[in-house]
């Protein structure tokens, strides 16, 4: 989806937050589905680093290229990019003995909490779209 036009830099970011949430749902759900695979390491989206570095690329005009012709494709059309998957941090300890470093109770707070901010995220972008179609009709019902 295109933001740019009659939106502001806002609902461009939201819709990036609420892309970035999605994926790191999915990354919660894959370790919650491999907590009993043996030397299993658990993964997670830095969501809020990845958005203040968008938000940091977009401010300053700076957009990524390749330069070489064995880089990585980049997209910056608003597609779905490879997104910074890391182990996550403390992981290093292994409680359990087999190898897998996947905590069920931090994993459903993440979860939790995920879901929490893509259900925010989505009702003020929902909002910001009330309001134009506010004045749309003029103010109107």
């Known amino acids: 989806m295109d933001s740019h036009g009659i939106f502001t830099s806002t609902v461009s970011l ?3 937050s609420l892309d970035l949430r999605s ?7 894959s370790n919650v589905a491999n907590i009993d695979t043996p030397n299993y390491k658990a993964f997670d989206l ?9 938000e940091g690329d977009r401010e300053s005009g700076i957009r990524p ?5 064995r880089h990585f494709p980049l997209q910056t059309d608003g597609g779905r990019d490879p997104q910074p998957v890391v182990r996550k941090p403390g992981t290093s300890v292994n409680l ?10 931090s ?3 993440a979860l939790s909490e995920n879901q929490l901010l893509y259900d925010a995220a989505a009702q003020i972008i929902g909002r910001k779209f009330r309001s134009l179609k506010n004045a749309i009709r003029g103010g109107k019902q």
Do not use: C, Q, S, Y
């Not at 994926?23 to 759900?29: E, K, P, S």
């Not at 830095?46 to 968008?54: A, D």
């Open 96 to 105: 359990r003995g087999d190898g897998n470093t996947v905590d069920l109770d």
């Open 46 to 54: 830095m969501v809020k680093e990845e958005l203040h570095r968008l």
């Open 65 to 69: 290229a390749a330069t070489h012709p």
């Open 14 to 16: 939201l819709e990036r």
């Open 23 to 29: 994926v790191r749902h999915d990354a919660i759900v």
């Open 107 to 109: 994993e459903m707070a």
